[in-house]
């Protein structure tokens, strides 16, 4: 809503209303507050890559929250053969769209709680080799739901790169069960770490620095499956 002067006001976390403003993520989120986190996890996940003796030109990724493509777009001058976004805004679609054309192989507007069959089954058709998601974990913005879903679409031995705010790490600081939901993971072996970073993801409004951690891992059993023998709705946020 417009005051008096003709002026707008729209908060961080109002999306849609950024997206559709031309310019306006990346130049408050990238040039004015500074955010690297795109590029921290893509050179991550090429070290990982490198490592393995695999090609980046080789993954099929799918980038859930992929927004308007700021992590496909680092993904694709990194090598990436494939992208695949995914995101529940329509707007974050049109803002790709817009912005980045060609940058996604294909991209769907889901809810990957409850993801329509039709979308379902062609994620699950995707032969994904790779998920990222960046800077939306632990917020509420991604559930454990809807990222366990992702997570499942990947065959075993399949990369998973992401960030977590650093004080999400401390189960007991996140509130909407992602922290949980990724220790039983790990403890059942589902979730293997293979590399992790400390980095300051961006300044806050009032220029102090927000630390993020930085994790590519492997993926070697379902996350749905954990959900499901899960009995006291924690997960659920």
């Not at 921290?40 to 990982?48: I, W």
Request: include cysteine.
């Amino acid at each position: 809503m417009e005051d008096a002067a003709g002026r707008r006001r729209i908060r961080f976390h109002d999306y849609a209303d950024i997206f559709a403003v031309p310019g306006l993520y990346e130049q408050l989120f990238y040039e004015h507050l500074e955010c690297c986190s795109p590029a921290v996890v893509t050179e991550l996940l090429a070290g990982v890559v490198a490592a393995r003796d695999s090609r980046m030109a080789d993954l099929r990724v799918l980038d859930v929250g992929a927004g308007n493509g700021m992590v496909g777009e680092e993904l694709r001058e990194a090598g990436v053969g494939m992208v695949v976004g995914a995101d529940i805004l329509p707007a974050a679609a049109e803002a790709t769209e817009r912005d980045r054309p060609g940058v996604y192989d294909d991209y769907h507007v889901v809810d990957l709680t409850a993801p329509p069959p039709a979308a379902h089954r062609r994620l699950s058709e995707g032969r994904f080799t790779c998920l990222t998601t960046v800077a939306a974990l632990g917020f509420g913005d991604i559930p454990p739901q809807a990222f366990a879903r992702a997570f499942d679409y990947l065959a075993d031995g399949a990369l998973v790169a992401f960030t977590l705010k650093d004080r999400f790490t401390d189960e007991t600081a996140d509130e909407s069960g992602f922290s949980r939901l990724l220790r039983e993971l790990s403890v059942q072996g589902r979730l293997v770490e293979l590399e992790s970073v400390r980095y300051r993801h961006r300044l806050s409004v009032t220029g102090e620095p927000l630390h993020y951690v930085a994790i590519v891992a492997e993926k070697r059993g379902s996350a749905m499956d954990v959900l499901r023998r899960d009995d006291d709705g924690r997960f659920s946020g």
